[in-house]
């Protein structure tokens, strides 16, 4: 690798790392074993993202310039940044890939690219890059494309076929807040731009003929946090409506850094990382465990999740009524609102219950978190008495004050 290369890396890898929308999950499995091609989405494992069945993958995360013709106020990138700007070619940030691949560093590509000249040039070159990857090279390894939401349709499209999986950051959950920090950018471009992507993945999916061509499996996008006024209701309320009706496979969101030379509009500190930890335990409440967003909502204080609780636990604490729950007759439905018990755990549980009657001990074996199940469920030898009606139930369940050592950050 030359020194121009080098330098070009550094400055583009660390320009993309504000980009939280580059887990490889869900990608189609593309196997060089027995044909020609370099490269598989499914191999053993610089960029960690995780699989549904745990895997680590390794990719690359670039972008192809970090130059850019919109000046998006919260974004480090943006025209009026006073940062170093370096810029790849097609043909250099696919032969990177290759030579990052060859040598076992990586297994897959996210590339992402600041806006220049135009949405259209910006995406030819996205999609010039993965075409040269895919069809000179014959590289079968994970690719992950930014997608420009003003861009040809038809660019789009020829993304969705070279690409594994496609993500058109939304960036902000309030339209009100695009306009004033983004101006150059629409919210509703952004939605047909998803709209499009869902449609063509539906089409492909419902495609039965032996020529059907492959498209990318799923699409996901990403939210600043604590970039303006937007509360966790709002960002939620947002998110289900992106789940519902794109079909996204995720919601990304991202604590606000503050950058050099910002707006006098953003806020001066970063939001407490763990409020970007609570909207993640949400998300996952409402794509995985049956919960809508109107009673994730109904948990939060003022709109803001509890930074001390998860909100699993602080929606059970407001509804007490519907506990203890008897684990050897509860639905799973039931079972997974259970603060501490998980879709696993629920499941054998329901297994397990067809062969005899659950006692202490049976859960001991089949849940990872005891101490927090047992003020909310009953079974054949444990009831939790008058423990679910304590004031002092909310500060047991409390993580417990940890004292931080001489390296440990506040």
């Not at 494992?45 to 995780?50: A, E, R, T, V």
């Not at 919210?187 to 020529?211: F, L, N, V, Y």
């Not at 709002?234 to 992106?242: C, G, N, Y």
Request: hydrophobic letters at 40%; glycine letters at 6%; proline letters at 5%.
């Amino acid at each position: 690798m030359g020194f121009e290369i080098r330098q070009k890396l550094a400055i583009l890898a660390d320009a993309a790392k504000y980009d939280a929308s580059c887990a490889s999950s869900g990608g189609q499995k593309r196997d060089s074993r027995g044909a020609t091609g370099v490269g598989s989405v499914n191999g053993s494992g610089i960029c960690h993202s995780y699989t549904p069945d745990g895997r680590c993958v390794s990719l690359l995360k670039i972008l192809l310039t970090n130059y850019c013709m919109y000046d998006c106020a919260f974004c480090v990138n943006r025209v009026s940044s006073n940062v170093r700007r370096a810029r790849f070619t097609p043909a250099e940030a696919a032969q990177l890939t290759l030579d990052f691949y060859r040598r076992n560093f990586i297994e897959g590509l996210f590339l992402s690219s600041g806006i220049i000249r135009s949405p259209d040039y910006t995406m030819e070159q996205l999609v010039e890059t993965a075409r040269l990857l895919r069809e000179d090279h014959q590289f079968r390894g994970y690719i992950h494309l930014k997608t420009i939401p003003d861009a040809d349709p038809a660019l789009i499209a020829r993304a969705g076929e070279l690409a594994d999986r496609l993500s058109c950051n939304i960036e902000l959950p309030q339209e009100q807040s695009l306009k004033a920090l983004a101006p150059e950018k629409r919210i509703s471009t952004i939605r047909r731009s998803m709209a499009s992507i869902r449609s063509q993945i539906d089409g492909h999916a419902a495609d039965k003929s032996a020529r059907k061509r492959r498209f990318a499996t799923g699409q996901s996008t990403q939210m600043i946090v604590g970039a303006d006024s937007a509360d966790d209701s709002a960002i939620l309320r947002t998110s289900a409506v992106l789940y519902g009706g794109y079909r996204l496979r995720r919601v990304y969101y991202s604590a606000f850094s503050p950058i050099p030379d910002a707006s006098a509009a953003l806020p001066l500190r970063a939001p407490p990382l763990q409020r970007e930890h609570r909207l993640y335990q949400a998300d996952w409440l409402l794509r995985f465990y049956g919960f809508d967003v109107e009673e994730l909502t109904q948990a939060t204080d003022g709109g803001m999740l509890d930074l001390n609780l998860d909100p699993k636990t602080s929606w059970a604490l407001k509804n007490r009524a519907l506990f203890p729950v008897d684990v050897n007759r509860a639905p799973r439905e039931m079972l997974l609102r259970v603060p501490g018990l998980g879709v696993r755990a629920a499941d054998r549980m329901i297994a397990a219950r067809r062969h005899g009657a659950l006692r202490l001990d049976d859960i001991s074996r089949l849940a990872s978190s005891v101490k927090k199940i047992l003020p909310f469920i009953t079974a054949l030898d444990w009831t939790p008495g008058a423990t679910l009606d304590s004031d002092r139930l909310m500060q047991k369940l409390r993580p417990e004050p940890r004292q931080l050592d001489l390296f440990s950050c506040a």
